[in-house]
């Protein structure tokens, strides 16, 4: 899951930008167990993560080796240029969970976020949890979840041939998946897509988060930037 | 991975869904065409992309009455109309670039999916990074922009100089002949991949020294470099790592925070039968 830690914001700019805006519709808890510690009853417990996430209405849950809530078919016909489903699928992210992995769950706003993580204190599951999120809003969380931080890991930002990196809208979008799955180029082709008005931000973030093979994509957030980089010519 | 020509169709879906952008549509023969030199397997077309199953001679005709017209395509973006992608049996070393770009593929040698890594992630239980402790991980090509075994070397030699020590349960050590001295088995020297993770672990008053260590390095590189560093906190949850980072000009905005709600609910005897 250190595919969640370099999520691009301006906060991470090459070039400092003065008072950058705070992301506050990115909050990501996820579980990992450790092999021969805590893997026992494993299957259990990440659906017992996963069961106490969904009553938080996250806006993406996955299981790191087989996809998140959206997820790319093998079997699609013609119709689906007119009629393509592009719902969420909860049911199978809990079906496909048989063995060891990481589960994650996705929120667009602190408090379902912090709810989420006073749920799994109680649960006492014995797996490791981590909330990958702005440092200050997950501190908070724990002081106010009555929880003393273990360990702390920070994403100080990118180095090297740094002039090979797309755009600051591009590479909010395409870091969201931080295995690298949504590629740039695609991340531009869609933000070109919703500019010409050839597809809302709603499926264009979808697009994208088929390719999160991890589900740790955050829709609520694509759909943000696109709309705000439709209106401001970003 | 390969495009079957009897197969592809030109629309050029695929193209922009390369993480490498390894994928171009060959004048020659009018099909996609993947340039294996940048393809790092990582399986996002193959995987990634929907499949319609359609019969190419049909989608090929319909596409050449449209362009006739000039009509405009608006297809969905993400479908590979006719199946055309396939992915081939992969031998050392090209192996290396699946084991590293495909997150659904464990590592060998830690069993664990993505990069491999579990760093501070389960540090409730496995204490990897203890309390005056700092541990790194200096991640290479990400994002999306790959790297080569070679500069990931010429990296690890020079951190190796430092005296740091790699993380032995870590899919980049497991390749070094020679971990003391950061030496990359030869072989895989210009294999590309996705990304890649060292992991190392110092005292937390070197961090400064390490992390300016790795900015001059970066500079000698051919890719992006992608820096976290980890340290365990204090029994009321703080930590000193911040300040020394802050101190040093490093952002700090955005982390993983370890709850700490891990525990061993493994029975001994389980563990002793497991390992």
Redesign the interface.
């Known amino acids: 899951?250190?595919?969640?830690?370099?999520?691009?914001?301006d906060?991470?700019a090459c070039e400092r930008i003065p008072n950058?805006e705070p992301?506050q519709d990115d909050y990501i808890v996820?579980a990992?167990?450790?092999?021969?510690?805590?893997?026992?009853?494993l299957v259990e417990k990440y659906r017992t993560f996963l069961t106490l996430a969904l009553k938080h209405e996250p806006v993406n849950i996955g299981d790191?080796?087989k996809g998140g809530l959206i997820r790319?078919?093998?079997?699609?016909?013609?119709t689906?240029?007119w009629r393509?489903e592009h719902g969420p699928d909860a049911e199978q992210v809990m079906a496909g969970i048989d063995g060891?992995?990481?589960v994650a769950a996705v929120f667009d706003n602190y408090q379902a976020m912090k709810d989420f993580?006073e749920e799994?204190?109680a649960a006492?599951?014995?797996?490791?949890?981590?909330?990958?999120?702005?440092?200050n809003e997950?501190?908070r969380c724990?002081r106010e979840s009555d929880?003393?931080?273990?360990?702390?890991?920070?994403?100080?930002?990118?180095?090297?041939?740094?002039d090979?990196?797309?755009d600051a809208t591009t590479?909010q979008l395409?870091?969201m998946c931080?295995?690298?799955?949504v590629?740039?180029?695609?991340a531009?082709?869609?933000l070109e897509?919703v500019k010409e008005n050839?597809r809302t931000p709603e499926e264009a973030a979808r697009?994208m988060a088929?390719?999160c093979?991890?589900g740790v994509f955050n829709i609520a957030r694509a759909e943000r930037i696109l709309s705000e980089a439709r209106l401001m010519n970003r | 991975m390969k495009i079957d020509p009897h197969k592809c169709v030109a629309c050029g879906n695929c193209l922009p869904i390369c993480p490498m952008g390894a994928i171009y549509i060959d004048p020659s023969i009018n099909r996609a065409h993947i340039n294996t030199d940048e393809c790092v397997e990582c399986f996002t077309c193959y995987r990634g992309m929907s499949k319609e199953h359609l019969n190419p001679t049909f989608v090929r005709a319909i596409r050449k009455t449209a362009q006739f017209f000039r009509f405009r395509f608006d297809p969905e973006p993400d479908i590979c109309p006719t199946d055309a992608i396939v992915p081939e049996d992969l031998s050392w070393p090209r192996v290396v670039r699946r084991a590293f770009s495909d997150p659904q593929v464990p590592h060998e040698s830690t069993g664990i999916h993505g990069r491999g890594t579990a760093e501070v992630k389960t540090n409730d239980v496995t204490n990897r990074v203890n309390l005056g402790e700092a541990g790194f991980v200096v991640e290479f090509g990400r994002p999306g922009i790959g790297a080569r075994f070679r500069d990931i070397e010429r990296v690890t030699r020079a951190l190796a100089e430092l005296g740091v020590e790699f993380e032995t349960n870590n899919p980049v050590t497991s390749l070094m002949t020679d971990p003391s001295r950061g030496v990359i088995r030869e072989d895989i020297l210009n294999e590309k991949i996705l990304s890649a993770i060292v992991e190392i672990k110092t005292a937390l008053d070197k961090v400064p020294s390490v992390l300016k260590e790795i900015r001059n390095l970066s500079r000698e590189v051919d890719t992006v470099i992608s820096v976290g560093v980890s340290t365990r906190c204090d029994a009321q949850g703080n930590d000193r790592l911040r300040a020394i980072l802050e101190q040093e000009g490093y952002p700090t905005y955005r982390g993983k925070t370890n709850l700490g709600l891990g525990r061993i609910t493994r029975s001994p005897s389980a563990t002793d039968q497991q390992s």
């Open positions: 899951m250190t595919n969640t830690l370099h999520r691009y914001s906060h991470y950058p992301v996820f990992m167990s450790s092999r021969g510690i805590n893997d026992d009853n790191a080796t790319p078919r093998q079997d699609m016909n013609p689906a240029h393509r060891p992995t990481t993580v799994l204190k006492d599951l014995g797996i490791s949890i981590n909330i990958s999120a702005p440092i997950a501190q724990c929880l003393s931080r273990h360990s702390v890991e920070y994403s100080v930002g990118f180095r090297g041939r740094v090979k990196l797309p590479l395409s870091t931080g295995h690298g799955m590629s740039a180029n695609f531009k082709k869609m897509w050839r697009y088929r390719f093979i991890c």
